[in-house]
T-cell receptor, first 112, second 113 residues
Framework: DQQVKQNSPSLSVQEGRISILNCDYTNSMFDYFLWYKKYPAEGPTFLISISSIKDKNEDGRFTVFLNKSAKHLSLHIVPSQPGDSAVYFCAASEASWGKLQFGAGTQVVVTP | EAQVTQNPRYLITVTGKKLTVTCSQNMNHEYMSWYRQDPGLGLRQIYYSMNVEVTDKGDVPEGYKVSRKEKRNFPLILESPSPNQTSLYFC????????????FGNGTRLTVT
């Protein structure tokens, strides 16, 4: 049973607009969350993370929001660029354990 | 250049023929792990290693073996591959396996006929 769920397999957005990717989790013990980005024929690369003591973390065009009560996190990309077209994976772990659980991924396509 | 190197990138084999996928990292990372990626299922952990000679099962360990005799290497062994092990495999490493991000290799596409 998947403990991390990305319910939107794909997302299409116009260049310059905001991309919002969503992720839900079921395990209340998760306290560290990450987003990875994956291009075709490459391995995933780390994008941004957030610990459960925060509700927002920002890094340039990327912002991750965490809502612990709803067991929900989201990744905002503003503004979206063509190079952002990739698969985005949400991942979560219990910090004391270190084992990451990944979601199924969301394919983002940024159109000109 | 800091990297995780997997070989081979592509592999086609037949049921029951033992194979090994190699993984090496040059970042002196303590933690290494193997994942498989399947459509609709994301990345699922097969095995992981917190340090040399320390390995443990992930979520889908059946049919796989690993070893960690040296810090830099973490090979994945399929003693008797079956078609349901056809998948895209990724090796990853991180500083300590806790809140440090994973660095992934470029993947191995395995087909078992």
């Amino acid at each position: 049973d998947q403990q991390v769920k990305q319910n939107s397999p794909s997302l299409s957005v116009q260049e310059g607009r905001i991309s919002i990717l969503n992720c839900d989790y079921t395990n209340s013990m998760f306290d560290y969350f990450l987003w990875y980005k994956k291009y075709p024929a490459e391995g995933p690369t780390f994008l941004i993370s957030i610990s459960s003591i925060k509700d927002k973390n920002e890094d340039g065009r990327f912002t991750v929001f965490l809502n612990k009560s709803a067991k929900h996190l989201s990744l905002h990309i503003v503004p979206s660029q063509p190079g952002d077209s990739a698969v985005y994976f949400c991942a979560a772990s219990e910090a004391s354990w270190g084992k990451l659980q990944f979601g199924a991924g969301t394919q983002v396509v940024v159109t000109p | 250049e800091a990297q995780v190197t997997q070989n081979p990138r592509y592999l086609i084999t037949v049921t029951g023929k033992k194979l090994t996928v190699t993984c090496s990292q040059n970042m002196n990372h303590e933690y290494m792990s193997w994942y498989r990626q399947d459509p609709g299922l994301g990345l699922r952990q097969i095995y992981y290693s917190m340090n040399v000679e320390v390995t443990d099962k992930g979520d889908v360990p059946e049919g796989y073996k690993v070893s960690r005799k040296e810090k830099r290497n973490f090979p994945l062994i399929l003693e008797s591959p079956s078609p349901n092990q056809t998948s895209l495999y990724f090796c990853a490493s991180s500083f300590d396996g806790f809140n440090s991000p994973l660095h992934f290799g470029n993947g191995t596409r395995l087909t078992v006929t």
